[in-house]
């Protein structure tokens, strides 16, 4: 799957895709206040869900290959 991932997002189309994406959601999220507020809070809620999950997922993943 990573090298999938890595040969999807080293062709030129995808890469100014995500580059183009990242760029408009900084400008967004700095555009004002609420937006900035609300999306620090939407990132900091996926990192501790990541986190928090990430020990179970690596102890049961092998189970359901």
Not at 19 to 42: D, I, P
């Given at each position: 799957?990573?090298?999938?991932?890595?040969?999807?997002?080293?062709?030129?189309?995808?890469?100014?895709?995500?580059?183009?994406?990242c760029?408009?959601?900084?400008?967004?999220?700095?555009?004002?206040?609420?937006?900035?507020?609300?999306?620090?809070?939407?990132?900091?809620?996926?990192?501790?869900?990541?986190?928090?999950?990430?020990?179970?997922?690596?102890?049961?993943?092998?189970?359901?290959?």
């Amino acid at each position: 799957q990573e090298q999938f991932v890595n040969r999807l997002t080293s062709l030129p189309v995808v890469s100014t895709a995500v580059t183009q994406a990242c760029s408009l959601y900084q400008r967004t999220k700095e555009s004002n206040q609420v937006f900035r507020t609300s999306l620090n809070l939407a990132e900091s809620s996926i990192k501790t869900f990541s986190d928090t999950s990430k020990p179970y997922l690596e102890k049961y993943q092998p189970q359901c290959k």
